[in-house]
Structures are given as C-alpha cells and as structure tokens.
C-alpha cells in the first residue's frame, strides 16, 4: 500500500461504497496538488465546498475522522434532496451516475446542446442546457478509445431520441454537449462498454481562441457483485486499488497504467472514468 493515499472505508449500516469509490479518486486527486484544485474547483458547488474545506483541515491534521464526515456530510445532503436516488439506510445502493452528475454539476457554468446527425453532418441547436461535466457517451461497436470518440463527435455525445430533419435521411442523431467558451476543470465520463478504452490523457480545444486543454486520467470506478470499487491513477501512472470494504483506508498498488486492463479488476466492470486537466 501507499502511505501518501488515503481510502474511505465502508460503512455496512449505509452502504456507502458509491461514495467510498468516489471520494477516495477526488480526495487523492487533491491531495496531490491542493493548490491547483482548490483554486479550480473548491467553488465548483456545495458539495466541492465542503468536502475541500474537510479535506484541508485533513491535509493539516491527519484527522481521519475528517473523512469519514465528509462521506456522510454528502450522503445526508443528497438523502435530504432525493431520498429515492440517494437512500442512506442501507435498503439499497446509490445510484453512481446520479452520484456523478450531482458532485460534477457546475453552479456557475452552462454548456449548450444540439441534436447532430452522423449521416448528414447537420446539428440542430436545443434549449435545454447542461451544467454537469459527466456525460454518457455513445456506445461502439468496434474498438474506440474515449478520446477518439470525443473528438469525432466534437465534444460529448450520447445517444438520442431524435431523428434527421432531412425527410431523405431520417436517421436517429446523438445529442451533443458543446463547450462554447472554456473546458471544464475536470470531468466524469459513464463508460457504455468494454469497446471504448481509457487512455491516460486526454486533450481538447474550445472557444474562440481555441485554448487547449490536457486532461489526466485520475480514476476509475468499478462495479460488481452490486459493489463499487476504485482504482486511483497517480500523476506518474502508478496504478492503486481501492475498496473500502477490502482494504479499509489503503490504497494497494497494482501495477503501472499501461500494464493494467482498464475495463476489469477483481472481477468488477468499469462504470465510469474520473479527468481532470493538468
């Protein structure tokens, strides 16, 4: 294990693995460099707020207790806003991808939306706005790394309801998410199938002046046997693995980035991947 990560580790009575999963990417992704994240993302929501000002006062202290508040500081929030989504009596698990789209939803940003067909290469421009950076991305049938299929469809897309305008077409489109002005400061990414493989970096270009920004891969979160587990991928490419009903507050090492399958661990699935930029 590594001494310099730190795990949260299971609660029975709440079935707080969705979390445990989670937090422990984004406590470690802090831990190795508070100053940059604090500055991108302390303000990002509520939840950024308050789990950041625990996680300082842990990075001074070495106050575990500090962790184990914050998942449940989190947990009750949620729990008080959508108890179906969010049950923390131990009835049920959590739902990740609501999860994922509530820690990763922006209170001051908004990305625009289009309804944009593969065939005819048209777009339609929607209403509707996002404030998350966690999407779903369509799925593939052939082999395609994350990054490949961001760029290819401009930014994120995912599957949609809609058909072509052209009356000769009328194929289904995919309904995309645009960043207009500035890339997000991290993002979550639900992966559809073991066909689209991580890589460990990510880059993207946006706005006018067509800024481009370097994204790392930070985690993985895993799913099995109605269980989530985490694997955390430190700056270098070492590889840790994370359940916190396993292996408690560690973080075992596994081996480097590009040794590793991404998509399965200990018998789990990938459910989703963890960026942040650099």
């Not at 001074?60 to 500081?73: F, M």
């Not at 289009?114 to 950076?133: F, G, H, V």
Request: proline share 3%.
């Amino acid at each position: 294990s590594n001494t310099a990560l730190h795990g949260h580790i299971w609660n029975a009575s709440t079935w707080s693995c969705a979390y445990d999963g989670l937090l422990t990417i984004l406590l470690n992704m802090f831990l190795e460099n508070p100053l940059k994240y604090s500055e991108d993302l302390q303000n990002y929501n509520e939840y950024t707020s308050m789990l950041f000002d625990l996680w300082h006062r842990f990075a001074a202290t070495g106050n575990t207790d500090l962790l184990d508040q914050g998942v449940i500081e989190l947990q009750n929030k949620l729990h008080t806003q959508n108890s179906s989504d969010f049950p923390n009596d131990g009835s049920r698990g959590t739902d990740m991808y609501a999860l994922l789209e509530k820690v990763f939803n922006s209170e001051t940003r908004q990305f625009s939306r289009d309804n944009y067909c593969k065939k005819c290469k048209t777009c339609t421009p929607l209403q509707e706005q996002r404030r998350s950076a966690f999407w779903s991305i369509a799925a593939t049938r052939s082999p395609e790394n994350i990054g490949t299929n961001l760029k290819k469809h401009k930014w994120i897309s995912d599957a949609g309801n809609s058909r072509c305008n052209n009356s000769t077409c009328n194929k289904r489109t995919v309904k995309r998410t645009i960043v207009d002005k500035h890339s997000p400061a991290w993002m979550a990414i639900a992966c559809a199938s073991d066909t689209q493989s991580a890589k460990p970096t990510l880059s993207f270009t946006a706005g006018e002046n067509s800024d481009k920004t370097i994204y790392r891969l930070k985690g993985i979160i895993y799913l099995g046997d109605y269980h989530f587990a985490a694997r955390y991928v430190t700056k270098d490419g070492s590889v840790y693995f994370h359940d916190g009903q396993q292996t408690g507050r560690q973080c075992n090492y596994e081996d480097e980035f590009n040794q590793i399958d991404p998509y399965e661990t200990q018998g789990k699935r990938a459910v989703a991947y963890i960026y942040a930029s650099i």
